[in-house]
């Protein structure tokens, strides 16, 4: 909108510039013709004067004149000697504007071109006795000013135009600036920044939609809370009977030597399971979009030699190999983090690794410091995920199909993902070398970070 603000104001000046300063250049131009026109036959009808009178006196003013006119002038003079004067100048060539002034005694005017003027202005002026005077003008000193004329023009109107930008420039940063700030706040709020609002100036117009905007985001930040509120609320409180129902089903199965029975018992544990992993899934992310919690520097390497030991046994039971990546460093790295949230990161990415990852597979987890930052990879030998998949994954609720045929509540990426983001890093899928699929995590490193 500022280019466009400026190329009308840039287009307006111009077109003023055009309006006045260019019929002005014409004016002059049809003057400095007119002027230079008038000067050569007032000589050139004087010269015939003195040439018509054919006395001795009259000849020798003549030829005097003459030669002091084209010493002062860029003008030479051709005179027809008559019988009673002969001067020493030279005769003209013999044309058509010659023979017009000499029988038809008319006056003839050459600029030697239909545009402006050619090198040369040709005036013959008809005199007594079937004679005639030519002054032929150099028009170099008017072409000269020509160009002082309109040069002097465009020189000024370029000045106009660049004073005329850099106004511009200055004009639309000021009528914008209001559109500028509620463009700031939609992008804020775009990024999940409900607590973005727009200073109310500018234009009453603009005034008006900041204040209706601010109104808006206040309502909604409003509401986004309390739906917030709620779904931690919700979520604590069924954690309770989640976990009381699943002992209970624990006791029955313990109790009960029916197999058929026994099987319904199991599914129902592992539904009563999967919904307990649903709602802490809730409830992380409740607390994650509250950001009740600022980042401070972690031991990267002690979070995830810790997260690891805890996954082994686990992936154990599968006959799954949980491994350090060789290419992680043995130094003191630290990340920007909120306290616990790495450690569900990492449980949310190894638990959906083990779940995809077949018997004899293998899991790396990687990291090494790039930059400002620390890159943590985790990588299963699984079936991997299509590229329609990958950008669905991190979706809340949508769900893969796991190789031991449970699938997941459709939350532990879009938890992964939440974190990650609350905390200033990114996240990102990719295939594996060899196939299965890579999470790639790329973390905030702290200055205090040591190799």
Not at 110 to 138: C, K, M, N
Not at 205 to 232: H, K, Y
């Amino acid at each position: 909108m500022n280019r466009q603000l400026i190329r009308s104001y840039i287009l307006l000046v111009a077109v003023a510039i055009l309006l006045f300063t260019v019929p002005v250049a014409f004016t002059l131009t049809s003057q400095l013709r007119d002027d230079t026109k008038q000067s050569v036959l007032r000589e050139a009808n004087t010269m015939a004067l003195l040439l018509g009178n054919g006395d001795r006196i009259s000849c020798e003013a003549l030829s005097e004149v003459a030669k002091a006119y084209g010493r002062k002038t860029p003008g030479r003079v051709q005179v027809t000697p008559t019988s009673a004067c002969v001067p020493d100048l030279p005769e003209p060539v013999a044309d058509t504007a010659l023979s017009q002034a000499v029988e038809h005694n008319r006056t003839t005017t050459d600029w030697g071109s239909d545009f402006i003027w050619g090198t040369h202005l040709t005036v013959t002026v008809p005199a007594q006795g079937e004679a005639g005077v030519r002054i032929v003008y150099s028009t170099s000193d008017m072409t000269r000013r020509l160009w002082q004329i309109w040069g002097f023009r465009a020189a000024l109107a370029v000045l106009v135009l660049a004073a005329a930008a850099a106004i511009g420039a200055y004009a639309a940063r000021r009528i914008t600036a209001p559109l500028r700030q509620l463009n700031d706040m939609a992008s804020k709020f775009s990024d999940g920044d409900l607590t973005a609002r727009s200073p109310v100036t500018g234009p009453p117009e603009t005034q008006t939609l900041a204040r209706t905007l601010n109104q808006g985001a206040e309502r909604l930040d409003t509401l986004v809370a309390s739906q917030r509120i709620f779904v931690a609320d919700a979520s604590h409180q069924l954690r309770t009977p989640l976990t009381a129902l699943r002992l209970s089903l624990d006791n029955i199965a313990d109790g009960v030597d029916d197999e058929f029975v026994r099987e319904d018992v199991e599914q129902a544990t592992a539904e009563v399971v999967r919904m307990s992993r649903l709602v802490n899934g809730l409830l992380v992310l409740a607390r994650a979009e509250a950001k009740v919690s600022a980042a401070e520097p972690l031991p990267l390497r002690d979070i995830v030699a810790e997260r690891l030991a805890v996954w082994r046994p686990a992936a154990d039971e599968r006959g799954v190999t949980i491994a350090l990546g060789e290419n992680s460093v043995d130094g003191r790295l630290l990340v920007l983090a909120s306290p616990g949230h790495l450690d569900q990161v990492l449980d949310n990415v190894l638990s959906n690794a083990l779940e995809v990852s077949p018997d004899g597979a293998t899991i790396t987890v990687s990291y090494e410091p790039q930059g400002d930052e620390i890159l943590l990879t985790v990588r299963d030998q699984g079936p991997g995920m299509s590229d329609a998949e990958k950008p669905r994954a991190f979706d809340r609720f949508w769900r893969g199909q796991g190789l031991t045929g449970r699938s997941g509540s459709g939350l532990g990426l879009a938890v992964v993902k939440q974190l990650v983001t609350d905390d200033g890093g990114t996240v990102a899928l990719a295939d594996a070398p060899g196939g299965g699929l890579e999470v790639r995590l790329t973390l905030r490193a702290s200055p205090k970070s040591g190799g």
